[in-house]
Nanobody
Framework: QVQLVESGGGLVQAGGSLRLSCAASGGTFSNYYMGWFRQAPGKEREFVAV????????DYADSVKGRFTISRDNAKNTAYLQMNSLKPEDTAVYSC?????????????????WGQGTQVTVSS
């Protein structure tokens, strides 16, 4: 079992940057794929980015590719989401998720462990 806690959300102006952190405990961190998802009010939860267990392979939603960067520091049991060139449409609750081997790394239903989420608001 692993527990996840997100931090780093806040309010920024369009074009600004934020770095989200996801601190993990209670498991062997390097055994988990780490994903970031987001959900805006009235909209479905959507995939943002994922990083594999230890090799650093990544995947991104088209909407954030080139602007967001996912990373992990296994020594610190922490995953990160660096968000640059933020747009108002990026406004959402961002959650991190973990699974040892998700059947589909882009599908939220395939992750067993979730943090509580952190609010990101981008003003125009």
């Amino acid at each position: 079992q692993v527990q996840l806690v997100e931090s780093g959300g806040g309010l920024v102006q369009a074009g600004g940057s934020l770095r989200l952190s996801c601190a993990a405990s209670g498991g062997t961190f390097s055994n988990y794929y780490m994903g970031w998802f987001r959900q805006a009010p009235g909209k479905e939860r959507e995939f943002v980015a994922v990083i594999d267990r230890s090799r650093g392979r990544t995947d991104y939603a088209d909407s954030v590719k080139g602007r967001f960067t996912i990373s992990r520091d296994n020594a610190k049991n922490t995953a990160y989401l660096q968000m640059n060139s933020l747009k108002p449409e990026d406004t959402a609750v961002y959650s991190c998720a973990a699974d040892t081997r998700p059947l589909s790394s882009r599908s939220a239903t395939n992750y067993d462990h979730w943090g509580q989420g952190t609010q990101v608001t981008v003003s125009s």
